[in-house]
């Protein structure tokens, strides 16, 4: 069952263009979101998250937003440059009463910034 | 530089054949985990901790075990490594969540072949 799911493999965009990646969630109960962006033969590196009693995080460039009514989220690139050409993961992170945290990961989106 | 050091980063075995991949983190991070990623799937949770002495079953923990015995480091272990656990495999550390910039520093990743 993806809990955490990227229906778009793919998206491309033009240079100083804005990109939206999208991702959905079924579990409500979810406590932060965060987005990562992974090359080839490195490890993800994060980028933003968001709590989720929260709609908005901004931080440079990237913006995420929450809706928690729709089970959504995206992130903004603003301009996009080709240095952002990577494989975009997001992730949701749940948090037991205990403290656990547990991370799910969607299955990618494949950015590719067109100069 | 604050990072996660995963080894050896490339690893080619046979079935059967006990091996570590060892982790470690400079962070003073209180969260590690595991994870692998195949194509198709996504990253995938394998193991993770909350802190030195207590670890937690992910997603796929079947063929997997886990340490945690000092704050720095979590090894991964394969007791008795099959084919279907050949993968790329991710550690990563974070801090807890509302502690700065909440998100998972992961490492360069581990490319394992069981032949």
């Known amino acids: 069952d993806q809990q955490v799911k990227q229906n778009s493999p793919s998206l491309s965009v033009q240079e100083g263009r804005i990109s939206i990646l999208n991702c959905d969630y079924t579990?409500?109960?979810?406590?932060?979101f965060l987005w990562y962006k992974k090359y080839p033969a490195e490890g993800p590196t994060f980028l933003i998250s968001?709590?989720?009693?929260?709609d908005k995080n901004e931080d440079g460039r990237f913006t995420v937003f929450l809706n928690k009514s729709a089970k959504h989220l995206s992130l903004h690139i603003v301009p996009s440059q080709p240095g952002d050409s990577a494989v975009y993961f997001c992730?949701?992170?749940?948090?037991?009463?205990?403290?656990?945290?547990?991370?799910?990961f969607g299955t990618g989106t494949r950015l590719t910034i067109i100069p | 530089e604050a990072q996660v050091t995963q080894n050896p980063r490339y690893l080619i075995t046979v079935t059967g054949k006990k091996l570590t991949v060892t982790c470690s983190q400079n962070m003073n991070h209180e969260y590690m985990s595991w994870y692998r990623q195949d194509p198709g799937l996504g990253l995938r949770q394998i193991y993770y901790s909350m802190n030195v002495e207590v670890t937690d079953k992910g997603d796929v923990p079947e063929g997997y075990k886990v340490s945690r015995k000092e704050k720095r480091n979590f090894p991964l272990i394969l007791e008795s490594p099959s084919p279907n656990q050949t993968s790329l495999y991710f550690c990563a550390s974070s801090l807890r969540p509302g502690q700065g910039n909440y998100g998972y520093t992961f490492g360069s990743g581990t490319r394992l072949t069981v032949v």
């Open positions: 579990n409500s109960m979810f406590d932060y």
């Open positions: 992730a949701a992170i749940l948090i037991s009463n205990f403290g656990n945290e547990k991370l799910t």
């Open positions: 968001i709590s989720s009693i929260k």
